[in-house]
């Protein structure tokens, strides 16, 4: 699965300095509730001052309503291939954001949404994250014609940014799922798809 930190996740108690103030902050970010990521974002206060920084502006100025927010957010993590949150935004997605049960199910398991609108967000914010932000311009156009605007581009843009943060520390800390979340956990087709490789792989040697 790749390199997996020697670092601990930090406790208010194991933390210090600025790592135990951001931690603080964390916990008030979250609702009372201190995430497994931010234990682990926390090693580095700047990364995850940044992260909560853009995450409340995209969830308060993008103009997206909560259940888009959501589709954008999912559509990354399964391209990351963050489990971690996959896990979480399914169950914001179910609890919070009111995402139909089938379009947040589409999207974990790589098929076609089944609504127009939110389709057409999904793919538009993939093809922004695997184009590397160099949509062409019929995809564009697909984009606006479904009711989104050019500002909302960078917005995405902003999306994928504050979901590099989150997905790439929840990869190199393998970061465990918390409780209230693993009733939507999510293993990656990547995943096992590499391990039936090495299985194969050993089998034949």
Request: hydrophobic share 40%; aromatic share 10%; proline share 4%.
């Amino acid at each position: 699965m790749g390199y997996k930190t020697t670092l601990e996740l930090l406790t208010p108690r194991t933390a210090e300095g600025e790592s135990r103030q951001v931690l603080e902050k964390g916990k008030a970010f979250s609702g009372g509730m201190l995430p497994n990521m931010f234990a682990a974002m926390a090693h580095a206060p700047e990364a995850m001052e940044t992260y909560m920084f853009g995450y409340k502006a995209f969830r308060e100025k993008s103009g997206f309503t909560p259940a888009e927010q959501e589709v954008v957010f999912l559509v990354i993590s399964y391209e990351n291939s963050c489990e971690y949150c996959i896990a979480g935004h399914s169950f914001a997605a179910d609890v919070m954001s009111n995402v139909p049960f089938e379009v947040t199910e589409a999207i974990r398991n790589d098929e076609p949404v089944p609504d127009a609108r939110l389709g057409a967000l999904a793919e538009f914010t993939r093809v922004m994250l695997l184009s590397r932000g160099r949509p062409s311009r019929e995809e564009v156009d697909a984009f606006l014609a479904a009711g989104y605007t050019e500002k909302q581009i960078l917005d995405i843009v902003l999306a994928i940014a504050v979901k590099t943060i989150s997905n790439y520390t929840n990869h190199v800390f393998d970061t465990p799922v918390d409780g209230v979340m693993k009733i939507r956990e999510w293993k990656s087709f990547r995943a096992v798809n590499r391990m039936v490789r090495f299985l194969r792989r050993g089998k034949s040697s």
